[in-house]
């Protein structure tokens, strides 16, 4: 099975700030169409995770540019700028290159 | 507006089963692969199964196989989990999903005597 490891566990940032969070994949994410099969989630407070990312890179519909993927085959990273309050949750990245689909550990976002 | 409405959830005895099922509207459902994902209480996100658009493949986690039947109904647009033998490491809110896309609302799930 895929692996995939989420940094840090927990973030506090200053609203306005930025944050950034790693997730990285035990093997590579890069399918042989030249799409990587990462994608961003955001759980808010009892709701369902709901996506930011898909394909390590592309904005989901409705997302604020706020938002941004990127990486390689096995390294990536969901950026927020300008933190805001709507923000709070945990982040997910996971992948769904091959079954079984998997997920990293989570990260909460918390503000200071 | 894509939704994706999940029931049939509910509080099981260990051994005995139950049957979720998810309602899917606001795009062609016959055209997509379907999961069920699931999220014990406090804990992270478990891919449970996998079925294609025709239902060709199925996909199951180690943790299920041989317990769960996914299928689904085309001409109905819903999606089942058929749950047997439960145990109370099944205790989770179940979501229905396409995860590349959409998730439904959840259903919980609890196994306990």
């Known amino acids: 099975d895929i692996v995939m490891t989420q940094a840090p566990l927990s973030v506090s940032v200053t609203p306005g700030e930025s944050a950034s969070i790693s997730c990285r994949s035990s093997k590579s994410l890069l399918h042989s169409n030249g799409i990587t099969y990462v994608y961003w989630y955001l759980q808010k407070p009892g709701k369902s995770p709901q996506l930011l990312i898909y394909?390590?890179?592309n904005l989901a519909s409705g997302v604020p540019d706020r938002f941004s993927g990127s990486g390689s085959e096995t390294d990536f990273t969901l950026k927020i700028s300008r933190v805001e309050a709507e923000d709070v949750g945990i982040y997910y990245c996971?992948?769904?290159?091959?079954?079984?689909?998997?997920f990293g550990a989570g990260t909460k976002l918390e503000l200071k | 507006e894509v939704q994706l409405v999940e029931s049939g959830g509910g509080l099981v005895q260990p051994g005995r089963s139950l049957k979720l099922s998810c309602v899917a509207s606001g795009f062609t459902f016959s055209n997509y692969g379907m999961n069920w994902i699931r999220q014990a209480p406090g804990k992270g996100l478990e891919w449970v199964a996998y079925i294609s658009s025709g239902s060709s493949y199925i996909y199951y986690a180690e943790t299920v196989k041989g317990r769960f039947t996914i299928s689904r109904d085309n001409a109905k647009n819903t999606l089942y989990l058929q749950m047997t033998s439960l145990r109370s490491e099944d205790t989770a809110l179940y979501y229905c999903?396409?995860?590349?896309?959409?998730w439904g609302q959840g259903v919980m799930v609890t196994v306990s005597s």
């Open positions: 996971g992948q769904l290159l091959e079954n079984p689909y998997t």
């Open positions: 394909r390590m890179s």
């Open positions: 999903a396409r995860p590349g896309a959409d």
